[in-house]
């Protein structure tokens, strides 16, 4: 933890390598940042007095966490882009203190007794870009962006196994995840790719039609895309859009799958431009142009 | 929770209340359920063996757990559609056991010493779809549905403090969640719609001119519907694809914060049709149609 303690306190906000970082350096309320890389930097140079307010208000926020009798507090590492949950371990004062500035999700571990960064042997590090407390202030969220696989055993998430599964007998082979709606949906699309090899008997399911005829996908999306904006062209029930809206997500999603695409990079390009007002600014220009 | 105990281990897997339930009973593996209004049963009535199976997995899967040596586990609530955080806990033995039981997340209160179920006071709970257990087996996950605000403030999730906010001398009003990237899309868009009524000097964002031109926006979704299906027919790159997926997605969102919609609406209309094949079984008989 050398060169974090090094840094202590110098940066505060993550930002991913973007090749779409533009803005050099801004204000957030009275401290000043400078974009560095691929991080903002506190501009602590050449202002001793800035230095010290920072650093005053990070004990600050130290000070208001609800440590338990061990100095400790819950510490879930979320993925900021598909909302997966990558493991939990204890975070003590020192170790929120290096998460700030590393940006890098740093625990305690109560067996070693040590601070221990994840991917600090692995290089898959979790880059923080941002940190939540909860209403009791005993609970943190560091949401960020793994460079690889979370697990030790190289899954996702530690969280592989399902209780409904073992209660069913299935095994749990580290391929199934506490997978949110969208994250499930990806899943069943790229199973259902797997088996277009299987010669299947039966009606074949949806999915494994749209996959085999680009043709009958392409004609779907544009047609869901047309009856989405029917309704509100048309006046329909919001109720309607959304069913509507499900449908070009998922056949939009199969069309992701066929390229061989993820989600997790399209929400991760969208998560780019937004931090940036990249699309709005894009889009703008493209219609003026 | 005298009524969890009474249902202790004869309902397993719980299902939202949908009007697309129909499918009314089967197998898994060695255990037979069956769907009674809203949740799956274990059909026990008449089994006695099946029974005792059952609970003796049951068993199996919390000696499993590492419980720490007050006999607790950290227990994450995490919504199964938006991905949210929701609220953190611990839970021991009996509280998994009430989870499975009564498919609602419960939790053990440290400073009470009681089980206690969310939403047994307020009415908002949360009903679990699943069960994640870690690596370690000394974490879990209540993957499942709140059915209101988890946190006792009223907010959607405990978890809405910022420290970077805090850094910044924002005040955190309980508005800031920890937002993966469609969250906070999302919330970037409700924002500028809540900003139509106020006039702007200077050039207005891309989503702020969507948002005040249904015609300019339907034509943007066609248009990218159309991209995106050129990807494939074009054979463009997968970086292609994925860039114009987020175009159909992000102008798809504003579109349905037009009409009040919300993904997370969208997200559980996917998750019902997927769970029970409908969206498959659907399409597939209205192009046969």
């Given at each position: 933890?050398?060169?974090?303690?090094?840094?202590?306190?110098?940066?505060?906000?993550?930002?991913?390598?973007?090749p779409?970082?533009?803005?050099?350096?801004?204000d957030?309320?009275?401290?000043?940042?400078?974009?560095?890389?691929?991080?903002?930097?506190y501009?602590?140079?050449?202002?001793?007095?800035?230095?010290?307010?920072?650093?005053?208000?990070?004990?600050?926020?130290?000070?208001?966490?609800?440590?338990?009798?061990?100095?400790?507090?819950?510490?879930?590492?979320?993925?900021?882009?598909?909302?997966?949950?990558?493991?939990?371990?204890?975070?003590?004062?020192?170790?929120?203190?290096?998460?700030?500035?590393?940006?890098?999700?740093?625990?305690?571990?109560?067996?070693?007794?040590t601070?221990?960064?994840?991917?600090?042997?692995?290089?898959?590090?979790?880059?923080?870009h941002d940190?939540?407390?909860?209403?009791?202030?005993?609970?943190?969220?560091?949401?960020?962006?793994?460079?690889g696989?979370?697990?030790?055993?190289?899954?996702?998430?530690?969280?592989?196994?399902?209780?409904?599964?073992?209660?069913?007998?299935?095994?749990?082979?580290?391929?199934?995840?506490?997978?949110?709606?969208?994250?499930?949906?990806?899943?069943?699309?790229?199973?259902?790719?797997?088996?277009?090899?299987?010669?299947?008997?039966?009606?074949?399911?949806?999915?494994?039609?749209?996959?085999?005829d680009?043709?009958?996908?392409c004609?779907?999306?544009?047609?869901?895309?047309?009856?989405?904006?029917?309704?509100?062209?048309?006046?329909?029930?919001?109720?309607?859009?959304?069913?509507?809206?499900?449908?070009?997500?998922?056949?939009?999603?199969?069309?992701?799958?066929?390229?061989?695409?993820?989600?997790?990079?399209?929400?991760?390009?969208?998560?780019?431009?937004?931090?940036?007002?990249?699309?709005?600014?894009?889009?703008?220009?493209?219609?003026?142009?």
């Open positions: 933890m050398a060169s974090s303690q090094f840094h202590y306190l110098q940066s505060v906000r993550v930002s991913s390598p973007s779409l970082s533009i803005s050099t350096s801004f957030h309320g009275r401290v000043s940042f400078q974009r560095k890389g691929n991080c903002l930097v501009a602590s140079t050449n202002n001793f007095n800035s230095d010290l307010h920072l650093q005053s208000k990070v004990e600050t926020v130290l000070d208001s966490v609800k440590w338990d009798d061990k100095g400790l507090a819950v510490a879930i590492a979320q993925n900021v882009d598909t909302g997966a949950i990558l493991m939990q371990g204890f975070a003590n004062r020192e170790a929120v203190a290096a998460t700030i500035s590393s940006q890098k999700a740093t625990f305690y571990s109560r067996s070693r007794s601070l221990w960064t994840k991917g600090e042997t692995s290089n898959n590090f979790i880059n923080v940190i939540f407390l909860d209403c009791d202030r005993d609970s943190i969220i560091y949401l960020g962006k793994p460079d696989p979370t697990c030790h055993t190289g899954a996702e998430t530690c969280y592989y196994t399902s209780v409904i599964d073992l209660l069913e007998d299935q095994q749990s082979g580290g391929d199934k995840f506490p997978l949110t709606t969208l994250n499930s949906l990806e899943s069943t699309i790229a199973k259902r790719k797997g088996e277009l090899e299987v010669p299947q008997s039966g009606k074949p399911s949806w999915t494994r039609r749209l996959l085999l680009e043709k009958l996908l004609s779907k999306i544009r047609e869901e895309a047309d009856e989405l904006c029917r309704t509100l062209e048309e006046n329909e029930d919001k109720s309607r859009t959304a069913s509507e809206m499900g449908d070009v997500l998922y056949h939009s999603m199969v069309l992701l799958a066929l390229k061989d695409g993820k989600m997790e990079d399209v929400l991760e390009i969208l998560r780019r431009r937004f931090s940036q007002s990249g699309i709005e600014e894009k889009r703008s220009r493209k219609t003026q142009g």
